[in-house]
C-alpha cells in the first residue's frame, strides 16, 4: 500500500506535469512561452509519477518531436527549426510594431527572438537519414 505522502507527492508531481504540458503546447503558438523546457519538465515530473503518462508524452505525434528532438544526440530536424524560427519573428514582429509602442518593451522583444534564435541555430541540427 502506498504511504499517503507518496501518493501526495505523485498527484502534485501528476498536476505539475500536465500543467507544464499545456504551457509546452501553447507555446507551440506563442513564442514567447519556451515550448521545449515546459516539456522536459513535465517528462521530469511523468517520470517519477507516472510511467503511462510519460509512455503518452513522448510518443505524443505534436509533443513528442519536441522532447526526442531536444534530447536526442541526433540534433533537431531542420524543417522543425526553420518552422520555430518563423513562427518566433513572425510572431515578435507583429507585437514589437503593432502589439506595444513602448521602446524598452520592443527591445525586450527583440532580444528574447534574437536569443532563442541563436540557441536554436546554435542547437545541432540532424541529418536525413
Do not use: C
Amino acid at each position: 500500500m502506498e504511504r499517503p505522502h507518496k501518493s501526495l507527492k505523485r498527484q502534485l508531481y501528476i498536476i505539475l506535469a500536465s500543467i507544464f504540458v499545456g504551457l509546452g503546447a501553447l507555446g507551440i503558438f506563442i513564442p514567447l512561452l519556451p515550448t521545449t523546457p515546459f516539456l522536459l519538465l513535465a517528462t521530469y515530473f511523468y517520470m517519477n509519477s507516472s510511467k503511462q503518462r510519460l509512455r503518452w508524452l513522448l510518443s505524443n505525434r505534436y509533443l513528442g518531436p519536441y522532447i526526442r528532438s531536444y534530447l536526442s544526440k541526433e540534433g533537431i530536424p531542420l524543417r522543425l527549426k526553420i518552422r520555430t524560427l518563423t513562427l518566433l519573428w513572425v510572431t515578435i514582429l507583429y507585437a514589437t510594431f503593432f502589439a506595444t509602442d513602448k521602446l524598452h518593451v520592443q527591445i525586450i522583444l527583440i532580444i528574447i527572438a534574437i536569443s532563442v534564435s541563436t540557441h536554436l541555430i546554435l542547437k545541432k541540427t540532424r541529418k536525413k537519414n
